[in-house]
Nanobody
Framework: QVQLVESGGGLVQPGGSLRLSCAAS????????MGWYRQAPGKERELVAV???????NYADSVKGRFTISRDNAKNTLYLQMNNLNAEGTAVYYC?????????WGQGTQVTVSS
């Protein structure tokens, strides 16, 4: 049983930065997949950043070089540092973790990039 609590979204101007957090409550152990998705209204949900067991972080081409995914094992928290945000960054961002057949989603946090 894992609950994911996301925070850090909000309104930011183009070129600005935000750091999203995804804190896991309850038991969490050896997840094979930890990632961030985003979804704009009327658009398909897309994977933007992921950490796989035994691998380096990977990013969608649209965010590569601007976003950084990281984790703090002691705090059971996944982060997404978003720099140089543009209008395409406007979306609801979701934390997602997986282990074998178990899949957990956060509630989503809204990011709006606007001047």
């Amino acid at each position: 049983q894992v609950q994911l609590v996301e925070s850090g979204g909000g309104l930011v101007q183009p070129g600005g930065s935000l750091r999203l957090s995804c804190a896991a409550s309850g038991s969490i152990f050896s997840f094979n997949f930890m990632g961030w998705y985003r979804q704009a209204p009327g658009k398909e949900r897309e994977l933007v950043a992921v950490i796989l067991v035994g691998g380096s972080p990977n990013y969608a081409d649209s965010v590569k070089g601007r976003f950084t995914i990281s984790r703090d094992n002691a705090k059971n928290t996944l982060y997404l540092q978003m720099n140089n945000l543009n209008a395409e960054g406007t979306a609801v961002y979701y934390c997602n973790v997986r282990r074998e057949t178990y899949v957990y989603w956060g509630q989503g946090t809204q990011v709006t990039v606007s001047s």
